[in-house]
């Protein structure tokens, strides 16, 4: 959940602003496993995806049991991986990817894949807003607010899920990364929206959703 769709550069130029030390990279890799989903966590802050790699670059990452024709092909890469991890990671605590979103086009017939993300955890204020309910953001005296990402919908069942019948939650594939927050918030000191299919309108019909965002406060005169 990126900025989504602010630049790459005003994303690091925030973080760099944001960031009072070094914070390390982290790696997590999944085999190519339809009932294995690709997991992301901050225990501290949210997620800042680096880099992701879908395909195989060597002989060994995810290759126990597996035939050597299956692993052959080191130069075997599918572009755009990156900016889908990017829109539905950034600026969440939390993030769970479905292999069966990624794995089309194949970059590579019979080889054995594995998907890859090196990220970090940046710190941030992290807000959930249920459907029909608000999110108030606010910073400091001289501080402007800058969100990293926002999305509407649902991706788990244990948000916003109280006194809700089983039909309202179990889709927890509706991901609608917005700027909608961003357009209205950053670079204010205060700003409440409201969690309301009329303003981000209605990426799953039926579902309870809710407006999960993160945001840092930054100086807009400093640096």
């Given at each position: 959940m990126l900025l989504f769709r602010l630049s790459p550069t005003m994303f690091l130029a925030a973080v760099c602003l944001f960031m009072a030390s070094a914070v390390s990279t982290e790696t997590v890799t999944t085999c190519v496993d339809y009932n294995n989903p690709h997991y992301l966590e901050c225990e501290n802050g949210v997620i800042n995806v680096k880099s992701v790699f879908y395909g195989r670059t060597n002989k060994v990452i995810c290759s126990e049991g597996r035939p050597p024709h299956q692993l052959s092909n080191t130069e075997c890469s599918q572009p755009g991986t990156v900016n889908f991890v990017k829109d539905r990671c950034n600026g969440r605590k939390s993030c769970e990817i479905s292999l069966n979103d990624i794995i089309n086009p194949d970059p590579c017939y019979g080889i054995y894949k594995y998907l890859q993300t090196n990220f970090t955890c940046v710190p941030a204020v992290h807000l959930i807003a249920c459907e029909h309910s608000y999110a108030h953001l606010t910073c400091g005296q001289g501080e402007a607010i800058f969100v990293l990402g926002a999305n509407y919908g649902?991706?788990?069942?244990?948000?916003?899920?109280?006194?809700?019948?089983?039909?309202?939650?179990?889709?927890v594939y509706c991901s609608n990364p917005t700027q909608i927050v961003a357009q209205r918030c950053s670079w204010e000191r205060n700003c409440t929206i409201y969690a309301s299919n009329l303003i981000f309108g209605d990426p799953c019909p039926g579902t309870f959703k809710y407006l999960e965002l993160s945001y840092v406060c930054l100086n807009p005169l400093a640096g």
């Open positions: 649902r991706q788990d069942r244990n948000i916003c899920y109280v006194s809700r019948p089983p039909n309202q939650v179990q889709n």
